[in-house]
T-cell receptor, first 115, second 113 residues
């Protein structure tokens, strides 16, 4: 069964260090999202890609976060430097097209703890 | 901007009890509405959806009706099971905003035997 792959599942990093997360969406899915889910809250969009292009990064803290999807397939989200407040679950999701009425498929997420 | 508000949890029920989780939304356009479920240690999974007013989504005994007049999409189930214990998220997606999902804060459901 096709699924969205994310790695690592868990990451512990020290404050001010760099950290990176990887996502491989379902094959053929043009749209890829990165969400951040703080404990006890719903996911919030960080960045949306359509193929290799950024469609929406209005909520991405660009002074420390960066995201890329160079070949329009897999994607990397980076934080440098990490801060204590970045501790959260980072979720990747993908959809087949561009419409908002289709099912988004989520990976299992990367749980980041900044110490 | 668009937003989703869910009833706060946690909700604790006995097996076979009735469930209602309230969800209301604010949107400028005509969004699609979703319920996602997150089981412990897993990612989010789509439970059901409705794409226009008066549509009813249903899956695994859960139902929700898209009510435009009350801007609501309440989740209901007539008889819950222990296996339904999870966190439930109401969400909307507006194609005029690139199709991104806007989530409520989630409602944790715990079903006791």
């Amino acid at each position: 069964e096709a699924e969205v792959a994310q790695s690592p599942r868990y990451k512990i990093t020290e404050k001010s260090q760099a950290v990176a997360f990887w996502c491989d969406p379902i094959s053929g899915h043009a749209t890829l999202y990165w969400y951040r889910q703080i404990l006890g809250q719903g996911p919030e969009l960080l960045v949306q890609f359509q193929d290799e292009s950024v469609v929406d990064d209005s909520q991405l803290p660009k002074d420390r976060f960066s995201a890329e999807r160079l070949k329009g397939v897999d994607s990397t989200l980076k934080i440098q430097p990490a801060e204590l407040g970045d501790s959260a679950m980072y979720l990747c999701a993908s959809i087949l097209g561009q419409e908002g009425n289709t099912e988004a498929f989520f990976g299992q997420g990367t749980r980041l703890t900044v110490v | 901007g668009d937003s989703v508000t869910q009833m706060e949890g946690p909700v604790t029920l006995s097996e076979e009890a009735c469930l209602t989780i309230n969800c209301t939304y604010t949107a400028t356009g005509y969004p699609s509405l979703f319920w996602y479920v997150q089981y412990p240690g897993e990612g989010l999974q789509l439970l059901l959806k409705a794409t226009k007013a008066d549509d009813k989504g249903s899956n695994k005994g859960f139902e929700a009706t898209y009510r435009k007049e009350t801007t609501s999409f309440h989740l209901e189930k007539g008889s819950v099971q222990v296996s339904d214990s999870a966190v439930y998220f109401c969400a909307l997606s507006d194609r005029n905003q690139g199709g991104k999902l806007i989530f409520g804060q989630g409602t944790e459901l715990s079903v006791k035997p």
